[in-house]
């Protein structure tokens, strides 16, 4: 079966430091998203892509994460300036986006401590 | 806004019964549901889905069942093997038009030996 590829599987970074995290979605998926889930808690949508534009986010989405797809094939998510809270787990996840009855597939994870 | 929601944050069984694991939504728009598995440090990954035009799908030891009216949904797993240890999500979108998927918040199955 086709994969999501999250790389790294670890990042650990400083307080105020940028990280971006590296998704290789399936190829011909339309749809990518990030979530993220923080330790014991539910899985969390933070931002849908479609067409090379950002389609939803949420509030957890603010001004310090931006999505970009820059060369077809990755799909990175970036944070400007880490906080303490940001430490979580993240998820990249794609979906072909032919109809509404589809399974999203998600990647392994990217485990992200702030530290 | 909570519009998916399980309700059970844990659920024990012996090894052989019937696991069951709930779901309530509150968003009638929602019109596919899925669920999904989800180990310790790995991706949640597909279990089974359902279209609101049923009311019941099965695969193997998995079944799903929706009760529209009453905007719930409900996994049975039979018969339960510790391998089925692990938390399980259930997920709903709509036809919005924005392809969100929403998750539940979980609930932790744990399969006794």
């Known amino acids: 079966e086709p994969e999501v590829t999250q790389t790294p599987s670890h990042q650990v970074t400083q307080m105020g430091q940028e990280v971006i995290l590296r998704c290789v979605p399936i190829?011909?998926?339309?749809?990518f998203y990030w979530y993220r889930q923080i330790l014991g808690q539910k899985v969390e949508f933070l931002v849908s892509f479609y067409n090379n534009e950002i389609s939803e986010k949420s509030e957890i989405f603010d001004d310090q994460f931006s999505v970009e797809r820059p060369d077809g094939s990755n799909f990175t998510l970036k944070i400007r300036s880490t906080k303490l809270e940001d430490s979580a787990m993240y998820f990249c996840?794609?979906?072909?986006?032919?109809?509404?009855?589809?399974?999203?597939?998600f990647g392994s994870g990217t485990q992200l401590s702030v530290l | 806004d909570q519009q998916v929601k399980q309700n059970s944050p844990s659920l024990s069984v012996q090894e052989g019964r019937i696991s069951i694991l709930n779901c309530d939504y509150t968003n009638s728009m929602f019109d596919y549901f899925l669920w999904y598995k989800k180990y310790p440090a790995e991706g949640p990954t597909f279990l089974i889905s359902i279209s609101s035009i049923k009311d019941k799908n099965e695969d193997g030891r998995f079944t799903v069942f929706l009760n529209k009216s009453a905007k719930h949904l409900s996994l049975h797993i039979v018969p339960s093997q510790p391998g089925d240890s692990a938390v399980y999500f259930c997920a709903a979108i709509g036809l919005s038009g924005t392809y969100k998927y929403i998750f539940g918040t979980g609930t932790r199955l744990k399969v006794l030996a």
């Open positions: 996840a794609s979906v072909g986006g032919g109809t509404f009855n589809e399974k999203l597939f």
């Open positions: 190829s011909n998926h339309l749809y």
